[in-house]
């Protein structure tokens, strides 16, 4: 490891020019970067000789106090060397794609009479079968295991038998009414089937009606019968699945500014199964290191089409694909498709990432308008809800990138106004909600839109005055849609159907309903124990 005192030390470093995984450490000896290269010395070079950086590159170069580096035979080692330590370390200053959604697994306990259960991570105290990333196959799956061979599912030990056992869903080895050798046969063959053996079991079950037959035990060997049609239909439905999994991904780049915008779209057999949207700081290489991050949580389809090449050379991209193929122990194929239907498929994503630009568009068209100094990428809206002089409630919502964020919504209960005075109120809630931001040092929002007239911007505006924070605002009338300004004589008026004044009028219409809601909600509490208490009275 090599320690710097400053950027410029860099000069005196000597690194190896063999493949491998390079690492930035702080002062503190945290990493902050972990990145692959192909020659160590060149990439690691192109940091610290490059006087066009981006900002968030420059933000990482200040931080950097050593260098240290792991020596690999090949690219491919050194991809996943280093997506093993991105999982390990979590650096600061790589993408970290957090899963969406983890995958659920089939379970049996490890206990004297085992059962079967749902799981999400795999434990040694369970015998776990999976993951299944259909969620309707693997219910389907578990209730024909529990129906099939009749396996406990309750948490405890029960004195009496419970509803399943009533309903021929198990055997209730919890009241003896079976012996422990015969629970373990049932747990036997569940785990032969589990582990995707059904000619067997299927096996087992027909030798088992046949003998039921021969013994006139008519009733079981009709049961075994319709066992058997269970499996035989899962089992066919499961094929039909496989046959039409997914097996292409569409993935786009735009650079916009100091961001880069992705897109990326999932098909199974050329029918979409939906998008999903990210935005990172430009650095370099971004998007290999986004599809790299991206699959290391997601997965892996046959193919992988692209608008732009992630790669520099033919034997960087042998590597990536390489790379995938490690992880989906199947051959994975990255194309930039010029023609014909795969041109079409990255057409549509770039379509649709084209629309998702256009709420960034109508920012800066807001931006313009009211001669903002800003872009108003965070924007958040105030609105108060009173039904006569009680209840008095406001909502406040914040839409991100012209879209909605509702992490970030916000209810107020009015502390400090005695009945219904709009002015006091909207005073109060833009207060409280930035004195606080302002305590925390959290992000403050570009605009703020009051749901009212002079009245109340001047209200809010003397809040923010107070608190010494200068936030551009506007209002929002209602009657004829005018925005109003806090130093302002005239109200502006605006195309009333411009996409800019539709999207005012989302956030502001969304306000409105947000804290109409929670004025119901209190109403409906209230109403609640008023009558609790009558009834207790009585």
């Keep these: 490891m090599i320690e710097l005192s400053s950027v410029a030390d860099f000069k005196s470093v000597d690194i190896p020019t063999d493949p491998g995984v390079y690492l930035y450490r702080d002062v503190q000896g945290d990493i902050l970067y972990v990145g692959k290269a192909k020659n160590l010395r060149s990439r690691v070079k192109s940091y610290f000789s490059s006087i066009d950086q981006t900002p968030k590159t420059r933000r990482l170069l200040l931080h950097i106090r050593s260098i240290d580096w792991i020596i690999v035979n090949n690219e491919v080692e050194a991809l996943l060397l280093e997506n093993k330590l991105i999982k390990q370390h979590t650096p600061k200053y790589n993408i970290n794609l957090k899963d969406a959604k983890t995958y659920a697994y089939i379970a049996l306990t490890r206990e004297d009479y085992p059962r079967i259960l749902t799981c999400r991570k795999v434990s040694f105290k369970l015998e776990t079968f999976g993951p299944y990333t259909e969620g309707y196959t693997r219910q389907d799956l578990q209730r024909l295991v529990t129906k099939v061979f009749k396996l406990r599912t309750c948490k405890t030990m029960h004195k009496r038998a419970c509803l399943n056992y009533h309903i021929g869903n198990c055997t209730a080895p919890c009241v003896e009414k079976i012996t422990k050798e015969q629970y373990a046969e049932q747990i036997k063959n569940a785990r032969q089937f589990l582990e995707g053996k059904f000619d067997k079991t299927l096996q087992v079950l027909e030798q088992q009606m046949s003998q039921a037959s021969n013994s006139q ?36 780049f735009c ?7 992705v897109v990326q779209m999932g098909l199974c057999k050329g029918v979409l199964l939906g998008k999903k949207e990210f935005t990172f700081d430009c650095q ?42 490690a992880k989906r122990l199947t051959s994975v194929t990255l194309t930039v498709p010029t023609r014909g239907n795969k041109l079409d498929l990255v057409q549509l994503a770039e379509k649709n990432l084209q629309s998702s630009l256009t709420g960034n568009n109508i920012l800066v068209d807001i931006q313009t308008a009211l001669n903002l100094p800003m872009l108003p990428r965070v924007i958040e809206c105030f609105d108060i809800s009173n039904l006569g002089q009680e209840h008095v409630v406001s909502g406040m919502v914040r839409f991100t990138d012209a879209k909605p964020d509702k992490k970030n919504y916000r209810k107020f209960k009015i502390k400090t106004v005695m ?9 109060e809630v833009v207060t409280r909600r930035y004195r606080r931001l302002k305590e925390e040092g959290a992000l403050m929002p570009n605009l703020i839109i009051i749901d009212g007239g002079s009245g109340q911007v001047k209200a809010a505006q003397t809040a923010l005055n107070s608190l010494q924070l200068n936030i551009p605002m506007i209002g929002l009338a209602k009657e004829n849609e ?33 804290s109409i809601d929670y004025n119901r909600k209190r109403r409906e509490i209230q109403l609640r124990n008023e009558f609790k208490t009558k009834n207790t009275q009585q």
Excluded at 255 to 261: F, N, T
Excluded at 291 to 298: C, G, I, P, Q, S
Aim: proline content about 4%; glycine content about 2%.
């Design 419 to 427: 009945g219904q005075d709009d002015f006091a109120s909207i005073h």
């Design 284 to 325: 370099p290489m971004v998007e290999q290191e986004f599809l790299k991050a991206f699959y290391a949580v997601n997965q892996i389809p046959r193919e992988i089409l692209l608008n732009k090449p992630c790669w520099q050379d033919s034997d960087e991209k042998v590597a990536l694909e390489a790379f995938l193929y």
């Design 255 to 261: 650079q916009e500014g100091d961001k880069i915008r």
């Design 482 to 514: 005018e925005i109003h300004k806090p130093n302002s004589q005239q109200p502006i008026q605006l195309d009333k159907n411009s996409h800019m004044m539709l999207l005012i009028r989302q956030i502001r219409d969304a306000t409105h309903d947000f």
């Design 217 to 252: 035990q008519f009733e079981r060997a009709l049961e075994l019968r319709d066992q058997m049609a269970s499996i035989r239909l899962l089992t066919q439905r499961q094929i039909v699945d496989n046959e039409r999994r997914f097996d292409q991904d569409i993935m786009v």
